[in-house]
T-cell receptor, first 118, second 110 residues
Framework: DAGVIQSPRHEVTEMGQEVTLRCKPISGHDYLFWYRQTMMRGLELLIYFNNNVPIDDSGMPEDRFSAKMPNASFSTLKIQPSEPRDSAVYFCASSLISVGQGAPDTQYFGPGTRLTVL | LAKTTQPISMDSYEGQEVNITCSHNNIATNDYITWYQQFPSQGPRFIIQ???TKVTNEVASLFIPADRKSSTLSLPRVSLSDTAVYYCLVGDGNNNDMRFGAGTRLTVKP
């Protein structure tokens, strides 16, 4: 498997523009996570899905952020309008639930999208 | 979710054994301890996971005392390529939203 795929790898945009980040999870994985990483705040969980359904979006910073997972192989994170403080690396991760195992499932991270908002 | 505390940074030299300790005083009965490694410009990747006593794989060892209030990640004979941030997480299989803390930035020097 190619692993988690994210696009674009780098995005530079101007304040006020709409930004869409894309993620293709590992085939067969049940969970998909979106994270944001900055020097100041570290790695923050924004939202995660189980079988395409959003389970917890409490980490989404504000209404300018939205995430969708229309099918098992694709998810988007949209920022509209974007602001300079949104500049960060955004990671997507996926995991496969291990029923009855008791331990947390291993999360497989993509390479990230480095977003710069000018 | 149990909060974890680990050193912000550590320095080591090539060939040495590195031990990174993580405190998780409020760990729950069903919680496991998981460590991830993150290289610069990459996403985190799973290293090792354990519940109690000792776990060893080809990359590292994880030591967990009987009270489980702390754990130690041991990296044998580190090399320059082990320079990375190491995260300790605590959680159970019923809750997949494990939270990453600040991690420990390990710098291996020649």
């Amino acid at each position: 498997d190619a692993g988690v795929i994210q696009s674009p790898r780098h995005e530079v945009t101007e304040m006020g523009q709409e930004v869409t980040l894309r993620c293709k999870p590992i085939s067969g994985h049940d969970y998909l996570f979106w994270y944001r990483q900055t020097m100041m705040r570290g790695l923050e969980l924004l939202i995660y899905f189980n079988n395409n359904v959003p389970i917890d979006d409490s980490g989404m910073p504000e209404d300018r952020f939205s995430a969708k997972m229309p099918n098992a192989s694709f998810s988007t994170l949209k920022i509209q309008p974007s602001e300079p403080r949104d500049s960060a690396v955004y990671f997507c991760a996926s995991s496969l639930i291990s029923v009855g195992q008791g331990a947390p499932d291993t999360q497989y991270f993509g390479p990230g999208t480095r977003l710069t908002v000018l | 979710l149990a909060k974890t505390t680990q050193p912000i940074s550590m320095d080591s030299y090539e060939g040495q054994e590195v031990n990174i300790t993580c405190s998780h005083n409020n760990i729950a009965t069903n919680d496991y301890i998981t460590w991830y490694q993150q290289f610069p410009s990459q996403g985190p990747r799973f290293i090792i996971q354990g519940y109690k006593t000792k776990v060893t794989n080809e990359v590292a060892s994880l030591f967990i005392p009987a009270d489980r209030k702390s754990s130690t990640l041991s990296l044998p004979r580190v090399s320059l390529s082990d320079t990375a941030v190491y995260y300790c997480l605590v959680g159970d299989g019923n809750n997949n939203d494990m939270r990453f803390g600040a991690g420990t930035r390990l710098t291996v020097k020649p």
